[in-house]
Nanobody
Framework: VQLQASGGGLVQAGRSLRLSCAAS????????IGWFRQAPGKEREGVAC????????DYADSVKGRFTISRDNAKNTVALQMNSLKPEDTAVYYC??????????????WGKGTQVTVSS
């Protein structure tokens, strides 16, 4: 099982970024995939989780209405569309899975993170 996050960068507040998580070794459609982030000096937090096919998506209160998680089964990827970015969204973003139906902070498989920096 491998995950690789990409798409981070430096953007101004109010702009958008789209992160992608490429998975290999398993089919993303069958399991929950989560996006998490960790800012300097802060604990890792959950951002969004998409449940297995046909399931719902959950979001942290801080990103509801701005971020959207989606799945591309043909590419075996999970994307995180981030709109109306704020400086407080600055963090390293990770995708992760536990090869199960749930998302949680102690997921078994983590991809290398991608840095998102939002300037004011």
């Amino acid at each position: 099982v491998q995950l690789q996050a990409s798409g981070g960068g430096l953007v101004q507040a109010g702009r958008s970024l789209r992160l992608s998580c490429a998975a290999s070794g398993f089919t993303t459609d069958y399991y929950a995939i989560g996006w998490f982030r960790q800012a300097p000096g802060k604990e890792r937090e959950g951002v969004a989780c998409i449940k297995r096919s046909g399931g719902s998506a959950d979001y942290a209160d801080s990103v509801k209405g701005r971020f959207t998680i989606s799945r591309d089964n043909a590419k075996n990827t999970v994307a995180l569309q981030m709109n109306s970015l704020k400086p407080e969204d600055t963090a390293v973003y990770y995708c992760a899975t536990d090869i199960s139906a749930l998302c949680h902070l102690t997921m078994k498989y983590w991809g290398k993170g991608t840095q998102v920096t939002v300037s004011s």
